[in-house]
C-alpha cells in the first residue's frame, strides 16, 4: 500500500524542500545555499530587485546583490546556462550538463532558431576575438538586424554568441550591471569540472536523483522539468528501474483527492 501524505504535511515539506521552512537568517553560504537549490533563475526584468535576489535573499537575508555575481566572476564557482530559463548553476555540477549543451545545439539546428546566424567561419571569427581580446559583451561587435526590425529581433553577432553560449563553446565571464561578458569556456569552467566526461545514461540518472531530492516527491513531470534536461520518457524509465531508491506516494490534493507520485526512499523521515 503507498505512503499517504495529507495536503497539510505535503505543503510543509515542499517548503522545506525548497529552503523556506526555516526562518532566513543565521550565518550565509551562499555556495551552498545555490547546490541546497539546485539552480537559481536568472532575471531580467528590475522592478524592485531582480527575481534571483529575491530567490536567495528570502532565504537568507543576510544576502547582498554583489554577492552572485563575484560567486560567478571572480570564484567561479557557478556557471550560467538554460534549465527552464537563464539560470546559475554550481560548477560542480558542469560534467552533469553536457547532454544539456547537446540537447541546445540540436534544438537550435532543428528549429532553425538563429536563421541569419553567421556561418562556421563567421562564428569563429567572433571566437578568435574572444580569445585574443577575453571577454566581450554583444556592444563590442557592430553587426546589424537583417530585414525588418521587431522588438524580438537580434543582429547576427548575437545570434551567434548566444548559440555558442547554449553550445557550450562559450560561457558568461561575468556581468557588468547584469550586461553578460562571454568567454571562452576553458577561461572560465575549472579544468577539474569540464574535462570530466560521463556517458548519457549516468548524466540522466544524477539529474533525476538530484531533481527528486531537491523537490522531496513527484511526478514525471515534475522530475522532468526541474532542470529540463532530460524528456519525460528518460524519466520514466529512470523511475522505472530505480528499485527501492524510489517509493510509491499519494499526496493528499486541495480538493479531498488523492494524487499519485513517487518520493525520496527516506520520505518518512523528512
Known amino acids: 500500500m503507498a505512503l499517504e501524505i495529507d495536503n497539510r504535511t505535503a505543503r510543509w515539506l515542499w517548503l522545506h524542500s525548497t529552503g523556506l521552512g526555516n526562518a532566513p537568517v543565521g550565518k550565509l553560504n551562499l555556495l551552498q545555499l545555490v547546490k ?14 531582480r527575481a534571483q535576489h529575491h530567490i536567495l535573499w528570502s532565504r537568507n537575508q543576510n544576502y547582498r546583490e554583489p554577492m552572485l555575481n563575484n560567486l560567478l566572476g571572480k570564484q567561479r564557482k557557478v556557471f550560467e546556462h538554460y534549465t527552464h530559463d537563464a539560470s546559475v548553476i554550481p560548477v560542480e555540477f558542469y560534467p552533469m550538463w553536457q547532454r544539456q549543451f547537446s540537447r541546445m545545439k540540436e534544438k537550435i539546428d532543428r528549429l532553425n532558431y538563429y536563421p541569419n546566424m553567421p556561418d562556421e567561419k ?10 585574443k581580446e577575453g571577454p ?3 556592444h563590442a561587435f557592430d553587426t546589424k538586424v537583417v530585414g525588418t526590425k521587431k522588438m524580438w529581433s537580434r543582429p547576427p553577432h548575437k545570434m551567434a554568441l548566444d548559440y555558442m553560449w547554449y553550445c557550450g563553446e562559450l560561457a ?5 550591471n547584469f550586461k553578460k561578458f562571454y568567454d571562452l569556456s576553458e577561461r572560465v569552467i575549472p579544468d577539474e569540472y569540464r574535462e570530466v566526461e560521463y556517458d548519457d545514461e549516468h548524466q540522466i540518472d544524477w539529474l533525476c536523483k538530484a531533481a527528486l531530492e531537491r523537490l522531496s516527491f513527484g511526478t514525471v513531470g515534475d522530475v522532468q522539468r526541474f532542470w529540463d534536461a532530460t524528456t519525460s520518457d528518460e524519466v520514466r524509465q529512470w523511475a522505472g ?4 531508491s524510489l517509493v510509491e506516494v499519494k499526496v493528499g490534493q486541495t480538493d479531498k483527492s488523492w494524487g499519485e507520485v513517487f518520493a525520496v526512499g527516506d520520505i518518512e523521515q523528512r
Open 36 to 49: 541546497d537549490l539546485g539552480f537559481v533563475q536568472l532575471d531580467t526584468i528590475r522592478n524592485v530587485t
Open 122 to 131: 563567421g562564428r569563429q571569427t567572433i571566437k578568435a576575438r574572444i580569445a
Open 136 to 138: 566581450l559583451s554583444t
Open 172 to 176: 558568461t565571464s561575468h556581468r557588468e
Open 241 to 244: 528501474s530505480a528499485g527501492e
